[in-house]
Each structure stands twice: as C-alpha cells, then as structure tokens.
C-alpha cells in the first residue's frame, strides 16, 4: 500500500445560521483545499463528502454531485458518506484508501452541514435519528439524555461525587473555550470560566448548558495525495499513519463497556498498530468532545488517562499546550463548533495544520508536534480515529 | 490489485407497502446473503451499506451501525453511502476497492429502502430532493418531468414521430413485465400489453402510468471477497472484473450531450476498459429504467444500439432473452421494482445469478451468460457501472 499526504485544507467560518447554502460551504472550503494544495479542480480524481442533514437543511440529497459540477471537477466520481458525527473522517478513511490501492492520486474530502438551518427543536429531533430508532429515540434518548446517562454512570462506576465531576467536566469546558478564543474560524471565541459552567442553565442532570457542543454550519476540506504527488507540491508533506474504524450498535448492546463506546478501544488499537505508535507518542489530539464527559470517556480509551482519572488531569492541566498530551487546542466540538457532517474533516485539517506548524501566529501552536490523532464519535457507536505524522 | 469475487447473495421481495422496517429488509437479505456464500457473520470484515430514505421511511440515521450489530457482524467498521438511484452499485464499487487492495478479505455490501413508506406524494417530494434544490427542484422538476422533457428532446433530436416513440417506449415496459412475471422477487409480477400501456393514465405527457417504475420496499445483499476466499467456498465463482463511476452535475449543464446523460458514457468507457471488453461481449445487462425512455437512452449511451435506434431494437426483440443483447430479464426497476438504495446491489444479485446459471427453474436463465454490465444512474447525473464475469 501507497503512504497517503494530508497536502491541503480549506476551512470555513463555523458559525449558527449560516446565510450560505451547504453547496455553497462546501464549494469555499474545497476551493480552498485546492488551492493550498498548489493544484486546480482538473487535479482531483474523485471526491469523498461528508453530508448528514442536507436533505432537511437545504431540501439537497447527493451534494457531492453538485458539488463536483459547481467546483469544475467535471464528471469524476463522487461518493457521500454518513456515519452521523463520524462522517466526515469515514469519508477522509475511505479516501486515503483510494490513493493507497493506487487507484487514484489525488481525491479531495468534504465535509458540510447546516446544522442550525432547521432551528433548535428540529435540528434536535433530526439528529435523534441517529440514535436507534426501535429503542432509544422513542424513549426520549436524545444526545444530551445519552451522555448525561455516561455521566451518572461515570461518576458511579469510578466512585466520583457528582459534584466533583461536575468541576472537572466545567474544566474541558473552560480549557476549549480558551483555545477556541484563539482559533479565527471558531464559532465561540471567547473564554468562559468554571463558574460560569456550573451557574449555567441545566439541560440534562448533570450536563449544564456549556457541558454541550452547539449546533453548527459549516465544511472543512482537505486534499489527499500519493507521496509522489506530495513531493511535487509541498515540503511539508503529512501522512495518514493509521486508521480505524468500528460499529458498535445501541448504547444497551454495549452494557458491558459502558459508560466507554465500544468501538472506540478497538479503533484506536487497529489506528496505533498500523502507524506503529501508543498513546504516548501522540504529540496533538483532536477528539470528540460532544459534551465534556465525552471527552473525559475519550481520553481514557485513547490511552491517554487511566479510567476514572481523566477530569482530575484535565483539572492539572495535562492536556492543555504544554502539557503531556494536548488535546483539542482547537477549541474541539464546544468551542470551534460541530457542524456534524464536517466536523472529522475539521479535525484533520486542524491536525495537519499543528504538524506543519501553521499555528504560532494564531497563539496556539504545539511546539514540535510531529504526531497527531484525531477522534470522531458517530451517534451512540461509530468510532472512526486517525493517526497523522509529519516526517 | 487483487481480484474480487461475488460468492453470495440475498434479495427479499419486492413490494409495496412492507411490513418490515428497513432494518429488518437489510438484515433479511444480509443473512441470506451470508448463509449463500457458506459464511457466517463472524467472517464478515466490513459492511458497506446503501441507504437514501431511511430518515424520512424509519425515522432511522446510520441504519448500517445498527445492521451490523442486529447480524452479529460485532464492531466491525460499516460505511453509509447515498447517490441517490446509484446507491448500492457505489457501495459495491467501493466494498470492491477494500478488497482489491488487499486491506480486507470478505465484505457484505447490502442496499436498502422502504420508499413507499412516506405515501406517494411524499415520497415524490423526498425523491425530488435528489434532482438539484436551487435550479431544478423548484421548477417543478420532479423525476417523471425530468424523463418526460428527455422524451420530447429524444424525439425531435432522433426524428422520431412522438406516437411512434410512445410505441416503443410501451414495448419497453411490456418486455420488462413479460420477465418480472417469471421473477418471484418482482414486485409486479403480471404481464401487460402495449394497449395497456397507451391507454394508461397520462403522468406526465409523453410518459404514461406504465412508462415509469414504481416506488417500492426491499432490499439486497452480496458478499464480495478475495479470490482465494471464493475457490473455497464456491466452485461458481463471478467475478467484478471492471467498474466505472462518474458525475454530471444538473441537468443544464449537460445541455450539449442530452437526451443522454454524459456521466454515462464516461463511466461505461472506464468499466469495459478495465474489464478488457467491449458492449459486444456484454451476454447480459440490467441497466437503469426507471422510466420506459430511460431505457432507450441507457441502451444507446452503453454502446448496445446507434443513437435513436434503440426503441426500434426493442420492438425487434434484440434485447430480449435470445436476442443480441438480452437487457433486465430480471423485470427491471420497471416490473421487478424500485427500492433505491437496495437497486443497485439487486442488479448485481441478479447479473451474478445469470452468470451462475442459476436462473433456469425460473424460465429466464440467459444461456451460457459469461459476462454481465451493471448500470444505475442517480438523480440527473450520477452514474455508476460494474462488469461481472465468470471463468
């Protein structure tokens, strides 16, 4: 198998109630893409889009068709994915697989959403959807009632007062809002502080409102290319390393593991193994911090943390820039936004981005990483992760 | 690359009006599909699975997370893909690609759709959502006017009296329902006349009731894997020996190549040249009519007639079961029916099956069938074909 280069990105404004179409989203971040990469649109062989909601956002099902015609990719194929908030690195999974056959050279990844275009009750009720639809969105089980259920499970299973890990989650919250602040395309870039966290509006005990990413529009795209292809236009070539990728059904099937997914620990095993790392190697994180207990359950099945122990080193400040492993110095899902079918693209966008050093300037630049992972989590079970290396 | 086999598959019926939910139709024809290729589902690698609808028929997002554990097919990585009509064929393209490259040895590929569930008027509105929201849904263009303005355009390019046309079109339909009523899995299992057809309800001038395919529940399964895995378990192995895929954008901006879709001939070209044959060596296509016309337009592009002589050769019987290029002796989207996301892997299931020789009971087995071409187009431009051969 060929070696595969992240060898540009594009990146829109995240923001709510976006005045763009998700066609026109994706075109400014594939454009983008594009561009950096030092190619034109007659370069891209085939493109790979991340889109959930398109058909209740913007009345568009196959935007990747669209997509392909309005950006001057004529006539090559095009693929959409869906894997709820996995989607868009299932898309960038699936891409680099492609140019590693050989097949293809060059292949171009988009991911785009309108997730506020339905407003608040709606966007709630579509989402549900990806969640199972025999025994859990009938029960009421929206995203917040999931990940305050891991909570309360959390908290129980690791003999932490709820109260204790209230603070500790405010924590996530705070650090990714003060990265947020830093990042131009962020949805929130402001500071917040714990006590604002916890003096917040309750949404579902324990999960406060600054506990939960917001809706989001926006699309982030990246372009994929041989090491041959790389050589010819970047000195500053990033390799996917590592993939993985599993399914782990409805939360109740997974009972055992819980309040961890499943999926998650078997992902990031194929992910390491492949690109011959550990947890320790890994330099920057992006991970799927949905709601901030999301990201104390991630940190633990990625290797980062012993279970139970995440919040406390969140609280030392472990995972901040300068600590062992940082972790969503993009201000993650809370701060940056989570518009679902773009926001793995984001992810790796932000990650070649700190492995090429293209940060400083913004404040926020993990100095020397050479090692990044990136973590997605699609509805209670999709797990998809992928280890970037520069050389 | 390596070769990549179809060692199993499974079909449920199709119909109207399923009791079944979509993700009880996948599982159906997932386990069927399994159970043919002397599997069972701990063997199964990697689920791709095709989808359109499933929001709007189940309330049900990332219906393949869900398939793969109902199965017992636990944790493994399970893609969604949508392109409309051409849904399941990209999902086997792409199942094929993880094969080829020697990353995974047995994938199930299974396409799925209750598309009579919203009730007629709304599925024609979803369905609409697949044509493209800025320039062409709100015009009005549903699928029938799209295939109806074809139908005119082909009769004045070609020269061709519309009445006469009409004709052949009706003999379109009355030869994909003589074979549908010898498919148990059809969802119309009758014959009907060319009278029928002409005194039909009008839908939309010059297409009449009979003219056009129905909405319909069902779904498909194939299980695709590496050539060593198949001489195990098969002494019939059929093989994916090409495949092409390519996007046209809307219809407008193919306005130098219509009535016929130019993704089409581009993709068509990309199968039969990796393939190593031409449209003469094809023994038999199920190609994309979901309207009469589109037939005519699909033969022509994929090299089996001259342009505008198409529905002559229907009339002529050149595309029946003993004529030249015997084409949806399965019914076709016409008479077997038309579940989207499950059309695609259906006609593979049917292609594999005539390859097989397994069709003999049921009166329409092609005889001595080597080689078979699969076509599907999605919305006004995506086309998908594959090239299946046996040794």
Same mark, same amino acid.
């Given at each position: 198998?060929?070696?595969?280069?992240?060898?540009?990105?594009?990146?829109?404004?995240?923001?709510?109630?976006?005045?763009?179409?998700?066609?026109?989203?994706?075109?400014?971040?594939?454009?983008?893409?594009?561009?950096?990469?030092?190619?034109?649109?007659?370069?891209?062989?085939?493109?790979?889009?991340?889109?959930?909601?398109?058909?209740?956002?913007?009345?568009?099902?196959?935007?990747?068709?669209?997509?392909?015609?309005?950006?001057?990719?004529?006539?090559?194929?095009?693929?959409?994915?869906?894997?709820?908030?996995?989607?868009?690195?299932?898309?960038?999974?699936?891409?680099?697989?492609?140019?590693?056959?050989?097949?293809?050279?060059?292949?171009?990844?988009?991911?785009?959403?309108?997730?506020?275009?339905?407003?608040?009750?709606?966007?709630?009720?579509?989402?549900?959807?990806?969640?199972?639809?025999?025994?859990?969105?009938?029960?009421?089980?929206?995203?917040?009632?999931?990940?305050?259920?891991?909570?309360?499970?959390?908290?129980?299973?690791?003999?932490?007062?709820?109260?204790?890990?209230?603070?500790?989650?405010?924590?996530?919250?705070?650090?990714?809002?003060?990265?947020?602040?830093?990042?131009?395309?962020?949805?929130?870039?402001?500071?917040?502080?714990?006590?604002?966290?916890?003096?917040?509006?309750?949404?579902?005990?324990?999960?406060?409102?600054?506990?939960?990413?917001?809706?989001?529009?926006?699309?982030?795209?990246?372009?994929?290319?041989?090491? =041959?292809?790389? $050589?010819?236009?970047? +000195?500053?070539?990033?390799? @996917?390393?590592? *993939? !993985?990728?599993?399914? %782990?059904?409805?939360?109740?099937?997974?009972?055992?593991?819980?309040?961890?997914?499943?999926?998650?620990?078997?992902?990031?095993?194929?992910?390491?193994?492949?690109?011959?790392?550990?947890?320790?190697?890994?330099?920057?994180?992006?991970?799927?911090?949905?709601?901030?207990?999301?990201?104390?359950?991630?940190?633990?099945?990625?290797?980062?943390?012993?279970?139970?122990?995440?919040?406390?080193?969140? =609280?030392?400040? $472990?995972?901040?820039? +300068?600590?062992?492993?940082? @972790?969503?110095? *993009? !201000?993650?899902?809370? %701060?940056?936004?989570?518009?679902?079918?773009?926001?793995?693209?984001?992810?790796?966008?932000?990650?070649?981005?700190?492995?090429?050093?293209?940060?400083?300037?913004?404040?926020?630049?993990?100095?020397?990483?050479?090692?990044?992972?990136?973590?997605?989590?699609?509805?209670?079970?999709?797990?998809?992760?992928?280890?970037?290396?520069?050389?």
């Amino acid at each position: 198998m060929r070696k595969v280069a992240v060898i540009g990105g594009g990146h829109t404004q995240f923001m709510a109630e976006s005045p763009n179409t998700s066609l026109e989203l994706a075109a400014e971040a594939s454009m983008d893409a594009i561009a950096r990469a030092n190619l034109t649109p007659k370069d891209i062989q085939a493109i790979c889009c991340g889109n959930v909601l398109g058909e209740f956002s913007d009345g568009q099902g196959m935007i990747h068709s669209y997509l392909a015609n309005d950006i001057g990719c004529k006539n090559v194929p095009a693929f959409r994915y869906e894997g709820a908030c996995a989607t868009a690195t299932m898309a960038v999974r699936d891409a680099a697989m492609w140019v590693a056959s050989g097949v293809l050279d060059i292949v171009l990844v988009c991911g785009v959403e309108k997730a506020t275009a339905m407003g608040t009750p709606l966007a709630t009720r579509t989402f549900a959807m990806f969640s199972d639809s025999r025994f859990e969105t009938p029960a009421g089980f929206t995203f917040p009632a999931v990940f305050a259920m891991l909570a309360h499970l959390y908290a129980s299973h690791y003999n932490i007062p709820l109260e204790k890990l209230k603070e500790q989650m405010a924590q996530v919250s705070v650090q990714s809002h003060y990265y947020g602040a830093k990042n131009p395309n962020a949805q929130f870039q402001k500071e917040i502080t714990v006590e604002k966290v916890l003096k917040g509006p309750m949404i579902t005990t324990p999960l406060q409102l600054l506990d939960c990413c917001p809706f989001t529009d926006g699309a982030a795209a990246v372009v994929l290319a041989s090491e =041959e292809v790389a $050589q010819k236009v970047t +000195d500053k070539p990033v390799y @996917i390393a590592g *993939s !993985g990728q599993a399914s %782990s059904g409805h939360l109740a099937s997974q009972y055992k593991h819980l309040p961890h997914i499943r999926a998650r620990e078997i992902s990031v095993k194929q992910a390491y193994a492949m690109a011959g790392i550990g947890p320790e190697d890994v330099d920057i994180c992006e991970l799927h911090d949905c709601f901030s207990i999301a990201s104390i359950i991630a940190a633990e099945s990625l290797g980062f943390a012993e279970r139970g122990t995440a919040g406390e080193m969140w =609280e030392k400040g $472990q995972f901040k820039i +300068d600590g062992e492993t940082p @972790i969503n110095i *993009s !201000g993650g899902l809370k %701060s940056k936004g989570h518009p679902i079918g773009a926001t793995g693209v984001s992810q790796v966008y932000e990650v070649a981005k700190q492995l090429r050093g293209g940060l400083a300037e913004q404040g926020r630049q993990v100095d020397g990483a050479k090692v990044g992972l990136v973590d997605t989590l699609g509805g209670d079970g999709i797990i998809v992760n992928l280890v970037l290396k520069r050389e």
